[in-house]
């Protein structure tokens, strides 16, 4: 069964454009060449564009740790952390049926 994980951000205003660049290049990066992804998309609240999300789908938990520690991760989500009102919101999901 797969993996969701979904991964909140409140981004100050004046940094927005940066972090939408930084998670571009994560995406990217991510869904070439990470092993087990199966998704990996960034989306912005409708209501609100300082409120952002990456929706990521993973064969295993095991992907999901592999990711963690892949160069292109550590590379930008420092510089992503810059750009944040305060700590993620990370909420990971296991598939039921």
């Known amino acids: 069964m797969s993996i969701k994980v979904i991964a909140k951000h409140s981004v100050k205003p ?3 454009d940066e ?3 930084l998670s571009n290049q994560l995406v990217e990066a991510t869904n070439k060449e ?3 992804c ?3 998309q960034f989306y912005q609240d409708v209501n609100d564009p300082n409120v952002t999300a990456m929706i990521e789908e993973w064969e295993s938990q095991e ?3 592999t990711h963690l520690k892949a160069k292109h991760f ?3 989500v420092p510089a992503m952390r810059d750009c944040l009102n305060g700590p993620t919101e990370v909420n990971v999901y296991k598939q039921l049926s």
Request: proline share 0%.
């Open 14 to 16: 004046e940094k927005l």
């Open 38 to 40: 199966i998704h990996y």
């Open 19 to 21: 972090f939408i660049k």
């Open 34 to 36: 990470d092993f087990g």
């Open 74 to 76: 550590v590379d930008v």
């Open 63 to 65: 992907a999901v740790e």
